[in-house]
């Protein structure tokens, strides 16, 4: 069966940071390139991320550039999210994804996502 | 960033009836705009990609179309399923990947 499991989220301060992690199962994970989307009430759905196969292409959103770093390990079948310097408008449910290989740009797997709250 | 407006924002139907649902660019995608269903409490679903192709094991009664900057979702006959969140998002012009602001599809 095809996964996506996040984890790493929670309770953070602002200026604070987290690391999110996503394992991957049941696909070829260094064949795709993978992203983060968040969601809040009122924002509605953010791309964040995203990076290619073998790590060395990756793109983000402006308002996380320079705070948010995407990263891989393969050979764990892991995407993480390095998020420093959290703001209170980072709070979301933080989904993991996978590019579509045939459709590229669209998501066509997601996990179940994991919650950032930054409050102090 | 390319905007995307859909409207309405919610639609109140019942089983058995056509929902039509709208998404406008701000400018032109050419054909690149998916649809995605969400139901509470779980992750998005992607349903069409390229404004009119089916996503694996997406049933028949969910069609896209639409070029350019109009794009419209129909669900041909509502299943009690199929009352959820929809949401458009486009590929054409990145980054951003930019979604829109969703249409609550709910029971009447």
């Known amino acids: 069966e095809v996964q996506l499991v996040e984890s790493g989220g929670g309770l953070v301060q602002p200026g604070g940071s987290l690391r999110l992690s996503c394992a991957a199962s049941?696909?070829?994970?260094?064949?795709?390139?993978m992203s983060w989307v968040r969601q809040t009430p009122g924002k509605g759905l953010e791309w964040v991320a995203n990076i290619n196969q073998d790590g060395t292409d990756k793109y983000s959103v402006d308002s996380v550039e320079g705070r948010f770093t995407i990263s891989r390990d393969n050979a764990k079948h892991s995407l993480y999210l390095q998020m420093n310097s959290l703001r209170a408008e980072d709070t979301a449910v933080y989904y993991c994804?996978?590019?579509?290989?045939?459709?590229?740009?669209?998501?066509?797997?997601w996990g179940k996502g994991t919650t950032v709250t930054v409050s102090s | 960033e390319i905007v995307l407006t859909q409207s309405p924002a919610t639609l109140s139907l019942s089983p058995g009836e056509r929902a039509t649902l709208s998404c406008r660019a701000s400018?032109?995608?050419?054909?690149?705009l998916a649809w995605y269903q969400q139901k509470p409490g779980q992750a998005p679903r992607l349903l069409i990609s390229d404004a009119s192709n089916r996503a694996t094991g997406i049933p028949a009664r969910f069609s896209g179309s639409g070029f350019g900057t109009d794009f419209t979702l129909t669900i041909s006959s509502l299943e009690p399923e199929d009352f959820a969140v929809y949401y458009c998002q486009q590929r054409s012009n990145w980054p951003p990947w930019t979604f829109g602001q969703g249409t609550k599809v709910e029971i009447k």
């Open positions: 400018q032109s995608v050419s054909s690149f």
């Open positions: 994804a996978r590019v579509d290989y045939d459709f590229w740009g669209y998501m066509d797997v």
């Open positions: 049941g696909f070829t994970f260094s064949n795709y390139w």
